[in-house]
Structure formats: C-alpha cells, structure tokens
C-alpha cells in the first residue's frame, strides 16, 4: 500500500511490488493458498541404502529422520521433568538441528530434523534416543500428498487490484507472480489428512513461574494424551540470550511495558538458575485448542510442522507440559488384548505372547470389582484362543464358566481322574507332605480320599476334558484350612501337568483367586509352594503358561514375586490400602490419588457401566496406566 501512494506521485515505485514478491512472495503466496486448502513442502526419498533413510525437502534444505517410539516408562505431567531433562542434555541439539515427538492415534513417532546430511550425527541421536524410546527405523516420511491446484494462480489478482490503485507499472510484478506460483507448485502438495494438523502454538513465549508450570503441567500434558494427533518440536537456545534480553529490559526506560517484560523474562532467569533448566525454542501442533499454551487453529499448521519457523522461547521445563514419556506399550508380533482403557479414554492392550514373565498379581480390597475385573478379563482371554484354568474358592467363576462352556469340577468331591498319578511324579507334592509332616503320602489317592473323607465326601474321578476348567471349592468354604490344603494340591497339580508343553506362545493362563491361600502365612506348606512359585516365575514362561495371583493386599506374596509380575494390577480403595500399596510397590503421588478417588463398580453402574478403577502396570518396562475396566454384566447376578 505504500508503494501503491508513492507510485501516485512517481509511477515507477510501482515496480517495488515485484521485489517484495521475489523477497515475500513465498510467505505470502503459502498464506493466501493456506486459506483454502493445506499445503506443505514436497519431500523426496534419500539415503535408503545407508540404513537411516530421510525425508529431504530440496527447496527448504532440511532433512528428516523418523523412528516409531515407544517409551520406556511412562510419566505424565512434573513427573516426567528429571527424565526429560537427563535426555535433552543427553541429546545436546545443535544449531539447525529439531527434535519432534509426534503421536497419530495409537502411533507415536519421533522426528530428527536437520539442515546437514549427517549420518554420524543421526547415530548419535538414535543412541541417545534408545535409552527413552524402543524404537524402530521408519522409511523415508515423503507422503502422500495431492498437486497444489491450479486455482493456486487465481492469487495473481491481488496485483490486478494492485494495479488500480498504483498503476499499469504495478503489472510488471505480475510475471514474477506467475513464476513464484509455479515455483510453490512444484515444491509444495496438499498433505493427507492424517498428516495435517490444524492448530499450531501462537504465542512468542512461555513464561509462566515455575509454581505456576508445576499446577498447568498436568493438565496441559492431559490435555495432549487426550488429543488424537499432536506434535510438539523443539530445538536449543543460547542461555546467554535470555541473559541479554533479561539485561536489556532490566536498563530500559521505567514504562509499564517494561515492567511486564521485566517479570517476564525474570521468571525465565529464575528458572534458568534456581531449577537448572535450559533455554530452548519450542513449537506445538494439534488437532484441538489448548488456550494455556496458545494452541489455536491456523491455517498454516501443516505447513510449519514441516518448516519449523515460528518457534516460542520456552525452557526445558516447559516440556513437562507434553506426555513425551506416557503410553508406552511392549511391542512384539503376537496377539493383543485389550485388558482396559486410560483415564484419556485410549484402549490398553497387552501382546500376550511377548510378556517377559509367567505370572501377573491383580491387588484389591473387597468390593471394588477383583474378581469381576479378572473373570471379564478372562473372557477376552479365552476369545484370543487362551485355556484358562481357574482355582474359585467363592464361586466368583461359575457365570464365566457357563459363558465359555468351562468344565466346573467341585472339589473335592469330583477331582480330575489324573490328579493322584500327576502328584505321585511331582517332588514338588512331596515336598509338600514332608513340609505338613505328613507320614501316609506314599499311596497317592489313599492320601487325597483320606482328606475328603475329612469333609464328608468321597472323591469321584473326572476326566478333564474341557479346554477351560473351573476348580470350585466353595465346599470348603467353612474351614479355612481344608480348603487351604487342596488349594495348594491342585496349584502342585495344575503347574506340573501343564510344565510337560513347550510352547513359545501363550496356551494356558492358571488362575488362583485368594492367593493368600497358597502364601506361607496361610497354610502350613506354604514354604514349599512359594519355592515353587519362585521357579515357576524364573522358568515358566518356555511352557507356554502363565499363573495369575488375586490378593486382597500385597503383603500376601513375597515382595520380589508382586514386584516381578508381568501385569501388576492396583485396585482403589481406602486410604490404608492406599498407602500401604503405594510404600510397597513404589507409586507416585499421582498414582495414589488416583486410586483414592476410585469408584466400587456399583457406584459406576449408576452411569450405565460398572467399571473398576487401579493402576495398570507392564514389565519389564516401567509403564504405567491409570485405567478403567469395562466389566461385562453378565459375570456378576443381578441383585
């Protein structure tokens, strides 16, 4: 316009627009097109046959690396600080070099980006990376996008316009136009949706205290976990221009805008010393608003994520604010289940042929849906081609068993027809007698009638042909001690039957509900089962099954055996439950109060679901979920 009321009074300072098109035209023509549609810069393939294959972009210059991630652990919100901060300093970014976490739905990703082709560097980085993420090498991120429109050259009119108001010399820069438009078509396309974003951070800075950081952080981060695609970029940034701004503002003039940049950048000094973090420029992208970050929707996201131009100052503690490290799952080629959902409303699932273990502990206080919770898992279990074995000494089990056509055996009134000869062949079984001090073991099934007869029954040989089988012993429900002993009988039974397969994948889940029962504060032989238990968890995983403790505490087992499980689940409940779970097994705050806001599944009906509520945590691997489990109506009778 300036130019345009020069030109008035001399027509040639027309001819100014076409140098504004050759220095801006990019800028302004990526802005206009942007309005319509999205567009990002056109990327080739390089590299391939070096290992580290990259996404080049000819006309900005940068190269881009992509590993799929998966974390190692899984922290949300001021948890994650140390750890992000021990891997940014690890990393040390240099000069045109961008780090960027990306997620799309179930997929998380992460980006190197960097102006040199430099593959000494790239291994570097990875190195540095591995230590946070599993990952996994992605071909070269070219995409798949559509050719920049033709209507793209419809933009030449704003110089038609242009003319009116400065003159015919104004139509000069019109060729110059034409050429800056076949130029953005070759380089730049229109991305697939699943690649675009559509909200980008505006702000120039973020600069909340650090008491402030620690009460948005959580809530910026879940903001992000809820969000089905987002990215966050960032890059290093001199300390000593903080420094500089931080002096510069501190000798101004006595304005008020002075007195506001003064907090500002003070706080960011504060940080940069009294907590140790480190200046850094940092962009966002999503797919929603988040106001506390200045997430808004801007048609130029897609384009920037590319670009990377229009970065805030933040610092490293800012990146607190993303869920860099929350979410991870164990990765491997083999069935998954899909046990829960996170408190972002995710689906949780579980490769159940990669777990490194053979037993999971399920941890709770009566009445917040235990046995529901294992039952609803066990029907996805046996859907995923799983036999599932059940010890049920309340009958918890028996609506699931008529759900997948399960044999129910009353124990011990009916006990398989193979128990006596299986037990006659294990040491563990004699180690047990020796244990109770027992001197008539050596005929096997004289020994097992003798303890029936105890209880009034006569024990009939069944076949076990089922492929899922309940074990009921709620007959014994009224001593405590009987049904203790034949707990630990069938427990001895079930492990050395089912140790004669080899398999590598999952064919068998034993489940013992009230483990307290085989614990050695429970019955007198509990040294010998816990020294099975012992072998089984160390060797155990090569015969293709897996045993599931329930307990109502999780002083029940040996500390080492909850502590090694490869599914650890912690139900809510009581602030003394609470606490004592959490000193045990090493949980945080965040977890704590979780599970003290925890629902009973019939509080949860209320809303049209019962749900249970825990902590949901994977070896080997520390991954952590706060989840919901979905339980199925139909294993519990209506009252």
């Known amino acids: 316009m300036v130019a345009a009321l020069i030109a008035r009074a001399w027509p040639p300072a027309a001819l100014l627009a076409a140098l504004a098109v050759v220095a801006w035209g990019e800028d302004l023509l990526l802005w206009m097109y942007t309005r319509l549609r999205p567009a ?102 070219v995409g798949t996008g559509r050719p920049i429109s033709k209507a793209a050259y419809l933009t030449s009119l704003w110089l038609v316009f242009y003319a009116g108001l400065a003159g015919p010399f104004a139509l000069f820069a019109l060729p110059v136009w034409l050429w800056r438009v076949r130029q953005f078509r070759r380089h730049y396309v229109e991305p697939v949706e699943l690649t675009s974003f559509t909200h980008k951070i505006t702000a120039d800075a973020l600069t909340a205290s650090r008491h402030t950081l620690e009460m948005i952080a959580p809530a910026d981060a879940a903001a992000f976990a809820a969000m089905e695609k987002w990215a966050v970029a960032f890059t290093d940034r001199a300390p000593a221009e903080v420094a500089k701004r931080f002096s510069k503002t501190y000798e101004g003039r006595d304005t008020a805008k002075r007195l506001i940049n003064l907090t500002k950048w003070g706080e960011h000094v504060t940080r940069m010393y009294a907590y140790n973090e480190r200046p850094i420029a940092l962009y966002a992208f999503g797919s929603a608003p988040v106001y506390s970050l200045s997430l808004t929707r801007d048609n130029l996201a897609a384009a920037e994520f590319w670009l990377l131009r229009e970065e805030a100052k933040a610092l490293t ?62 029907l996805k279990l046996a859907e995923a081609g799983v036999r599932v074995v059940v010890v049920d ?66 024990p009939r040989a069944v076949p076990v042909s089922g492929r899922h089988v309940v074990f009921d012993i709620t007959a014994l429900s009224a001593d405590s001690a009987a049904q203790m002993l034949w707990a630990a009988v069938l427990l001895i039974y079930l492990v050395s039957r089912y140790m004669r397969e080899k398999s590598e994948k999952l064919q068998t889940v034993i489940v013992f509900d009230e483990a307290r029962l085989l614990s050695k504060h429970g019955v007198r032989g509990g040294e010998t089962l816990i020294a099975m238990i012992e072998d089984l968890v160390q060797g155990g995983r090569k015969f293709g ?78 991954i952590k979920y706060h989840v919901y489990i979905p339980l199925d109506r139909r294993l519990k009778p209506q009252r």
């Open 40 to 141: 990002e810069p056109r990327r080739v393939a390089v590299g391939e046959e070096s290992g580290f294959p990259a996404a080049y972009d000819p006309k900005n210059k940068l190269y881009h690396w992509l590993w799929l991630a998966e974390p190692t652990r899984s922290v949300l919100g001021m948890e994650s600080e140390v750890v992000e901060h021990e891997m940014y300093h690890k990393l040390a970014l240099r000069r045109g070099e961008w780090l960027t976490f990306i997620v799309f739905g179930p997929d998380k990703y992460v980006r190197f980006t960097s102006a040199a082709y430099d593959l000494a560097r790239v291994r570097e980085v990875e190195r540095a990376l591995s230590e946070y993420y599993v990952l996994t090498r992605m071909k070269a991120w």
């Open 317 to 378: 503690g800012d990146l607190c604010r993303f869920p860099l490290m929350y979410g991870g799952k164990l990765l491997g080629s083999s069935r998954e289940v899909q046990l829960a959902v996170d408190k972002f409303g995710r689906p949780v699932a579980v490769p159940i042929d990669s777990l490194p273990t053979v037993h999971s502990v399920i941890i709770g206080p009566s009445g917040m849906g235990k046995s529901w919770t294992v039952a609803t898992w066990l």
């Open 393 to 458: 000494p309340h009958g918890d089990y028996l609506y699931w068993a008529g759900i997948v056509g399960a044999q129910v055996l009353k124990v011990p009134g009916e006990v398989p027809d193979d128990l006596a000869e299986v037990l006659r062949q294990s040491q563990w079984f004699k180690r047990l007698l020796a244990e109770l001090g027992s001197t008539d073991g050596a005929d096997v099934a004289k020994w097992l009638e003798q303890r029936a007869a105890e209880k009034g029954l006569s």
């Open 545 to 622: 099954f897996g045993v599931w403790f329930i307990l109502q505490l999780e002083t029940q087992l040996p500390h080492d055996l909850v502590r090694s499980a490869a599914i650890q689940l912690i139900l809510g409940g009581n602030e003394m439950f609470v606490k004592g779970a959490a000193q045990s097994l090493y949980l945080e705050q965040a977890d704590v109060n979780f599970l003290l806001a925890a629902r009973t599944p019939g509080e949860a009906a209320l809303g049209g679901q019962p749900t249970a509520m825990g902590v949901l945590r994977m070896a080997p691997r520390n």
